[in-house]
């Protein structure tokens, strides 16, 4: 992976499980910084209608193997890659990734691919100026999903971690796989030098945490770049 001292953009990354508060992060930083005259483009991955429609319709039959799942949502960010952050870097906006790599390696990994094989995968992917982690414990996961927790059928296949045979139960191995996926984003956070925030802290005060962090990085940026 290349770093992206050579865009007058800027890229960052935010990265978390499911529920961690990804989105509206990522949505409260672009009105942020749109309302202060920066150009900013927000990419989500899983964006791709026809890979979108391929992993769904696996997901639904449960046939999504692991390196299936890998190539899939390597081809995905292919796309997502050459049509969405080049072009926007290379206009000079700010880039907000909602999941990056790393939520690919972290699930790929767990299901036993080789840590190398996969980055190898992604060896063209641009290193992001900052990557932001938000932490969750399962614990706070599992409270904010409690409406859907009385009815097993509401947990997904895949994110419940089934394909793994960790528990016969839905929710027992939502549970297991879910502990197992925040420890991997954790190491995943030290090896890859992320910015770990607590996503059980209010909203306003992680986005003023993630707002003081990127101001700084845009400004050493666009001194790099004069």
């Not at 899983?46 to 299936?68: C, F, G, H, M, W």
């Not at 790393?102 to 992604?122: C, H, K, M, Q």
Request: glycine share 4%; with cysteine; proline share 3%.
């Amino acid at each position: 992976m290349e770093r992206t001292t050579q865009y007058p953009g800027l890229l960052i990354a935010i990265e978390g499980t499911d529920g961690s508060g990804k989105t509206t992060q990522a949505e409260l930083l672009k009105h942020y910084y749109l309302s202060r005259g920066v150009a900013v483009v927000v990419s989500a991955c899983n964006t791709v209608e026809l890979i979108r429609k391929a992993i769904s319709d696996l997901k639904q039959q449960n046939y999504l193997d692991p390196v299936t799942f890998s190539f899939l949502y390597a081809a995905d960010f292919v796309d997502r890659f050459e049509h969405q952050i080049i072009p926007a870097l290379e206009s000079g906006q700010l880039v907000i990734a909602e999941q990056y790599v790393y939520t690919v390696f972290s699930r790929a990994i767990l299901r036993g691919i080789a840590p190398d094989w996969i980055s190898n995968i992604f060896d063209f992917a641009l290193v992001p100026a900052k990557t932001f982690y938000l932490d969750l414990p399962v614990e706070t996961l599992l409270e904010r999903l409690h409406w859907k927790t009385r009815q097993e059928r509401f947990f997904d296949y895949y994110e419940s971690g089934m394909d793994m045979n960790l528990s016969g139960r839905k929710k027992d191995s939502f549970v297991i796989y879910q502990r197992r996926l925040i420890e991997m984003y954790r190491e995943l956070a030290k090896t890859h030098h992320m910015d770990t925030i607590d996503a059980t802290a209010p909203i306003h005060r992680q986005q003023s945490t993630l707002r003081s962090r990127i101001d700084a990085l845009l400004s050493a940026h666009r001194k790099e770049n004069r």
